[in-house]
């Protein structure tokens, strides 16, 4: 298993931006694909992007596609999104979770490692 830790998570004003890290533990981080899920107030946890281990595949979530980015430094064992043009929406508690099987689906029971989540709030 890899231990993940989210930050960058704030309070913004609609229509900025922010970027959001994930620090992982290991060596196998560059073998795994990862993605990002949040989780809105009394709502269910739903993805938002996900990234091959090599960093050229992406997939996005409708909902953000063309504004937040998904990105990786598997030298620095991080994983990034950047989220412009933000929306109060995009309010919620972002996770980066691992997908250490390879398995590059959008479920949530596919993701074998989860960080604890770092909270965004965007004001209107």
């Known amino acids: 298993q890899v231990q993940l830790v989210e930050s960058g998570g704030g309070l913004v004003q609609a229509g900025g931006s922010l970027r959001l890290s994930c620090a992982a533990s290991?060596?196998?981080?560059?073998?795994?694909?990862m993605a990002w899920f949040r989780q809105a107030p009394g709502k269910e946890r739903e993805f938002v992007a996900r990234?091959?281990?090599?960093?050229?595949?992406?997939y996005y979530a409708d909902s953000v596609k063309g504004r937040f980015t998904i990105s990786r430094d598997n030298a620095k064992n991080t994983m990034y999104l950047q989220m412009n043009s933000l929306k109060p929406e995009d309010t919620a508690v972002y996770y980066c979770a691992a997908d250490t099987r390879l398995l590059r689906t959008m479920m949530i029971r596919d993701y074998d490692s989860w960080g604890q989540g770092t909270r965004v709030t965007v004001s209107s």
């Open positions: 290991g060596r196998a981080f560059s073998r795994y694909d």
């Open positions: 990234l091959s281990w090599s960093g050229d595949s992406t």
